[in-house]
């Protein structure tokens, strides 16, 4: 950048450290996903500056195939049954009914309530949780960390789509495993540090819960010497679940540029003081 001056709009994504520093002229400083904590976190950030992140249906969408996918996957034991064909068994497994199998979303917000949604409206047995009430239709909802216990004993299969914050992370720990019924299903679409990785692989040694579905690590790309990769019950992907899609987030992005640099309202601007 020639000229640091005339930079008014930032769009980041895994930026420097200490990059927003140099521009004294921002209005606007933009995530080019929907999660903001690696903005949150540069402590050199001009602090007046506002913040605004990515709401697209695409995004939505996308997270929705994923975690569709990866619940029906594990509650139709696709698993077991690739396991038994290596053996060549044709045997038949049972599967509970759907309307009892309890999926809880942890995080119900713009991309969990979509979620949420979609699974409720397939005949799952759907709960959201979030912090602060919300309207819920079609879906049991919880809220508040005295409900957390209540949301997660009827939870098979778990579903982490909260934001990082200080109070989120390290929440995928013992304790929240041992709150969820024997035999539970993790899938973590939220951050890696939502996750305490040798908590996981406890319960999942022990039995307590029967596998992950993995998409967001601590450390991205996962160390190839990471035991992830080869836990018989841990499936990674490589943070695919759901991505911005420049045709349509660049609308958004283009009308917070107008409106930073005219001095009207953003659209999507984020909390700062609640970290999301
Ligand atoms: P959002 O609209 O801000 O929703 C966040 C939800 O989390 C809200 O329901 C909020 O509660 C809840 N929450 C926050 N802190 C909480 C706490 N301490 N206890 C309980 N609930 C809490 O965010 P979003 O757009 O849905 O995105 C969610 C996250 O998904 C992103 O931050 C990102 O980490 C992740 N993501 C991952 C991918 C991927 O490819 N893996 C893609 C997109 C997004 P309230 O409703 O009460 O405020």
């Known amino acids: 950048v020639d000229d640091p001056d005339a930079v008014e709009f930032a ?11 140099r521009f004294p002229n921002l209005k606007c400083i933009s995530s080019l996903g929907a999660g903001v ?10 602090e007046e500056v506002p913040l605004v992140r ?24 696709f698993d077991d049954y690739r396991s038994q064909a290596k053996l060549s068994q044709w045997k038949y497994l049972k599967i509970p009914h759907i309307e009892v199998s309890g999926i809880g979303i942890m995080g119900f917000g713009e991309i969990g309530r979509f979620v949420a949604y979609r699974l409720a409206d397939f005949g799952f047995n759907v709960s959201g949780w979030s912090r602060g009430p919300k309207p819920a239709d079609q879906v049991r909802h919880f809220f508040g960390s005295d409900k957390f216990n209540d949301f997660l ?8 789509l909260l934001p990082l914050t200080p109070e989120t992370e390290n929440i995928l720990d013992t304790r929240t495993f041992n709150q969820m019924p024997k035999g539970a299903f993790l899938i973590n679409v939220g951050r890696g540090a939502h996750l305490v990785e040798d908590d996981l692989v406890k319960a999942l040694d022990s039995g ?5 579905l993995l998409d967001v690590f601590r450390e991205e790309p996962l160390p190839e010497d990471h035991p992830f990769w080869s836990h018989e019950k841990i499936t990674v992907t490589p943070h695919i679940a759901s991505v911005t899609n420049a045709a349509t987030a660049s609308i958004q992005i283009i009308e917070n540029y107008r409106r930073a640099t005219d001095g009207r309202p953003l659209i999507h601007q984020v909390d700062v003081g609640r970290g999301y």
């Not at 990515?54 to 939505?60: A, N, P, R």
Request: hydrophobic share 40%; with cysteine; proline share 3%.
């Open 54 to 77: 990515v709401v697209d249906e695409h995004l939505k969408q996308g997270m929705a195939e994923y975690v569709m996918h990866g619940v029906l996957e594990h509650f139709r034991r």
């Open 37 to 46: 904590e690696h903005l949150l976190s540069d402590h050199t950030r001009p």
């Open 153 to 160: 004993n009827c939870t098979d299969i778990l579903v982490c």
């Open 11 to 21: 769009l980041c994504w895994d930026q420097p450290m200490g990059v927003l520093e």
């Open 208 to 212: 307590h819960l029967s596998g992950a």
